[in-house]
């Protein structure tokens, strides 16, 4: 999660532009915004798993706030998202929530239909925990009120890493399985309007 949740910090450099040159707050729009994983059960069986609530929101300061509600995880199972949900996200009770401040003059010179690739960071916290967190971002401008922020590239995320160890390992038990990827690919995809 700590990469993952990185990922979306870069949604909120494209508000740095001129055309943003006021106290507007940004916020994610929900239907399309989204970050995915995957996982690998068994060593030979993929699948791609989502969070439905995914919110965000960047002042023109630069100060950002990003959230996933990770008890709005959808697997595709609906037993699988209550066992998440239950047993390695607290009960369903977690959010992961991403915090940094943004160098708003990296982008602005970022014109409509333009790309840039920047470097995020920020810090993640989780399960009572925080981390310092990197990633690389693709911002791309839509128009004067709308931006695109999506991964350059996969982000690997380890379970070790978030905590969430043991939380798998009775998954695992539970669904009867040999094996559950402990590392797993993350892409985030976040639209930001005024």
């Known amino acids: 999660m700590k990469y993952l ?19 507007t707050v940004w916020e994610s729009v929900a239907d399309q915004s989204r970050v995915a994983f995957g996982s690998i059960k ?16 960047v002042t023109q300061s630069g100060a950002l706030e990003l959230k996933i509600d990770l008890a709005s995880i959808e697997t595709n199972i609906d037993i699988r998202n209550e066992r998440m949900a239950t047993h390695v996200f607290q009960e369903g009770k977690a959010t992961a929530i991403i915090t940094g401040e943004i160098e708003m003059e990296e982008v602005n010179t970022l014109k409509q239909g333009e790309t840039k ?9 989780f399960a009572g925990s925080e981390n310092d967190i990197d990633v690389e971002m693709l911002v791309a401008r839509l128009s004067d009120d709308r931006v695109l922020v ?3 590239d996969f982000i690997m995320l380890s379970t070790e890493d978030l ?32």
């Open 5 to 23: 949740t990185g990922l979306l910090c870069g949604a909120a450099l494209m508000l740095a532009t001129p055309a943003f040159a006021d106290d």
């Open 42 to 57: 068994n060593d030979t069986n993929g699948e791609v798993h989502h969070f439905n609530k995914v919110d965000g929101t």
């Open 117 to 125: 690739v920047l470097e995020i960071q920020a810090t993640l916290a």
């Open 150 to 152: 999506t991964t350059s």
């Open 163 to 194: 905590g969430i160890d043991d939380g798998i390992n009775l998954l695992q038990e539970l669904a009867k399985l040999s094996g559950i990827t402990r590392v797993t690919p993350v892409a985030v995809r976040m639209v930001f309007e005024k």
